[in-house]
């Protein structure tokens, strides 16, 4: 859109720095530069974890993507990836009250973005990875979340995976469904279904009833190509054997008394047919989340005979999108001062969404909290941080309520900040 190249013009970008100390006569400057910050420096040399209380890294996180899977658009470089990164970046000040840093890289190998990675984090308190190609992505996802002592998340699967599992678990109350009975179809094998499987299998989903659907059809384990995916992506390759207990190869079996369809694929229209849906059980759960357009439109599924569907886009109901995720699970995981985030901490925050939707009374076309709800983040950011505490992963431990009550206060203070910005540029 064009509107969105004029405002950015406007404001010369979406994000800068401002000092939280103030300076107000020379004398100042002795206390934050040099001399008087050679104490801090010490104190910090004597114990790495005082760089949390005495510098800004305890608010601090890293947007760091090498722009090889950037939105629906494909590979096109770190340059072209910064406006999304800023983008984010303006998400997580404004909905979580943390200072995010877009950090575009120019590496092409996982282990060189890990190199990367690693030599960073002495600045910050948390990592998000962002929009990176399959399956480097798990590579490196896996590999930082193993060798550094912050958290490590990759939003395109752990922030997809949270939002799909807290709309489930409200969608499948309405539908009368049970996890463990629950035949699902993941349409898409790319890094939020491929995280989804796994995310839906810690809460109590079935692996066996899960059926993978790529480009070219179901995955099961005879077929020709799972001896590539076992060199060349093993995650999908863990899949191919552990899913589609029913043997199907083709998409009519795959959808044939399914439960829930989960498409995280290719935008639409008419990806997925309505003919697909009609084989599903009564009243299905239909997940469409691909943007800007859905694998199949809601009013198609719904002729279809879907009882719930859910896309990721703001104007249709129930959106699903990891916007609702990311800004509270780092509220929680900063302010706990965690060591990881691990799927518990994720199950954890999708749990507190379902649970605020249902106190503002499930609907079909409400079964998650809307991105303006800003109320949602700072429980999030509770539960995740209480969660961290339980699994011996926080540097802070407080009690449920504290936590809750240290996310309103810092995320409150953020949204005043940010109702201040025009001044200059009005």
Same mark, same amino acid.
């Given at each position: 859109?064009?509107?969105?190249?004029?405002?950015?013009?406007?404001?010369?970008?979406?994000?800068?720095?401002?000092?939280? *100390?103030?300076?107000?006569?020379?004398?100042?400057?002795?206390?934050?530069?040099?001399?008087?910050?050679?104490?801090?420096?010490?104190?910090?040399?004597?114990?790495?974890?005082?760089?949390?209380?005495?510098?800004?890294?305890?608010?601090?996180?890293?947007?760091?993507?090498?722009?090889?899977?950037?939105?629906?658009?494909?590979?096109?470089?770190?340059?072209?990836?910064?406006?999304?990164?800023?983008?984010? $970046?303006?998400?997580?000040?404004?909905?979580?009250?943390?200072?995010?840093?877009?950090?575009?890289?120019?590496?092409?190998?996982?282990?060189?973005?890990?190199?990367?990675?690693?030599?960073?984090?002495?600045?910050?308190?948390?990592?998000?990875?962002?929009?990176?190609?399959?399956?480097?992505?798990?590579?490196? @996802?896996?590999?930082?979340?193993?060798?550094?002592?912050?958290?490590?998340?990759?939003?395109?699967?752990?922030?997809?995976?949270?939002?799909?599992?807290?709309?489930?678990?409200?969608?499948?109350?309405?539908?009368?469904?049970?996890?463990?009975?629950?035949?699902?179809?993941?349409?898409?094998?790319? &890094?939020?279904?491929?995280?989804?499987?796994?995310? @839906?299998?810690?809460?109590?989903?079935?692996?066996?009833?899960?059926?993978?659907?790529?480009?070219?059809?179901?995955?099961?384990?005879?077929?020709?190509?799972?001896?590539?995916?076992?060199?060349?992506?093993?995650?999908?390759?863990?899949?191919?054997?552990?899913?589609?207990?029913?043997?199907?190869?083709?998409?009519?079996?795959?959808?044939?008394?399914?439960?829930?369809?989960?498409?995280?694929?290719?935008?639409?229209?008419?990806?997925?047919?309505?003919?697909?849906?009609?084989?599903?059980?009564?009243?299905?759960?239909?997940?469409?989340?691909?943007?800007?357009?859905?694998?199949?439109?809601?009013?198609?599924?719904?002729?279809?005979?879907?009882?719930?569907?859910?896309?990721?886009?703001?104007?249709?109901?129930?959106?699903?999108?990891?916007?609702?995720?990311?800004?509270?699970?780092?509220?929680?995981?900063?302010?706990?001062?965690?060591?990881?985030?691990?799927?518990?901490?994720?199950? $954890?925050?999708?749990?507190?969404?379902?649970?605020? &939707?249902?106190?503002?009374? @499930?609907?079909?076309?409400? *079964?998650?909290?809307?991105?303006?709800?800003?109320?949602?983040?700072?429980?999030?950011?509770?539960?995740?941080?209480?969660?961290?505490?339980?699994?011996? @992963?926080?540097?802070?431990?407080?009690?449920?309520?504290?936590?809750?009550?240290?996310?309103?206060?810092?995320?409150?203070?953020?949204?005043?900040?940010?109702?201040?910005?025009?001044?200059?540029?009005?």
């Amino acid at each position: 859109m064009l509107m969105s190249i004029e405002l950015v013009k406007k404001y010369e970008g979406k994000i800068e720095i401002y000092p939280k *100390i103030p300076v107000r006569s020379y004398t100042d400057f002795s206390l934050i530069y040099t001399p008087g910050v050679a104490e801090v420096s010490r104190e910090i040399a004597k114990n790495k974890d005082k760089s949390f209380e005495l510098t800004s890294r305890w608010n601090s996180v890293a947007i760091v993507t090498d722009g090889t899977r950037v939105l629906g658009l494909g590979n096109i470089g770190p340059e072209a990836a910064m406006p999304v990164m800023e983008g984010k $970046a303006v998400l997580f000040k404004y909905l979580g009250g943390v200072d995010a840093f877009p950090l575009p890289i120019n590496v092409r190998s996982a282990d060189d973005f890990v190199k990367v990675v690693k030599s960073m984090e002495p600045s910050f308190g948390g990592i998000n990875l962002e929009d990176i190609e399959s399956p480097k992505c798990f590579y490196i @996802l896996e590999t930082l979340q193993q060798s550094l002592d912050i958290p490590v998340w990759h939003d395109d699967q752990q922030g997809t995976a949270a939002a799909i599992l807290a709309g489930l678990i409200n969608s499948m109350i309405l539908t009368n469904r049970t996890p463990e009975e629950s035949k699902v179809v993941l349409f898409g094998a790319g &890094a939020a279904n491929i995280a989804t499987a796994r995310i @839906l299998s810690s809460y109590g989903f079935k692996l066996g009833n899960m059926i993978i659907i790529d480009s070219k059809g179901p995955i099961y384990s005879e077929r020709e190509d799972v001896d590539h995916f076992m060199y060349h992506h093993r995650w999908k390759y863990d899949l191919a054997v552990k899913t589609n207990k029913f043997n199907a190869k083709e998409i009519e079996e795959a959808f044939k008394d399914a439960d829930i369809v989960i498409a995280a694929s290719s935008p639409g229209p008419d990806v997925i047919k309505k003919k697909w849906i009609s084989l599903m059980k009564s009243n299905p759960i239909v997940f469409a989340l691909a943007n800007p357009v859905p694998e199949i439109l809601p009013q198609d599924a719904i002729e279809a005979g879907a009882g719930i569907v859910a896309t990721g886009r703001s104007d249709f109901p129930n959106q699903v999108n990891n916007s609702l995720v990311f800004p509270g699970v780092f509220r929680g995981v900063l302010d706990s001062r965690a060591r990881k985030v691990t799927d518990e901490m994720t199950i $954890a925050a999708s749990e507190t969404l379902a649970e605020y &939707a249902r106190s503002k009374g @499930l609907r079909k076309d409400y *079964i998650i909290p809307r991105m303006d709800e800003w109320e949602v983040y700072y429980k999030v950011a509770s539960s995740v941080a209480t969660k961290a505490v339980e699994l011996g @992963l926080a540097r802070i431990k407080m009690s449920k309520e504290e936590f809750e009550n240290i996310a309103k206060k810092r995320i409150l203070r953020s949204r005043k900040i940010m109702s201040l910005i025009d001044s200059d540029n009005e």
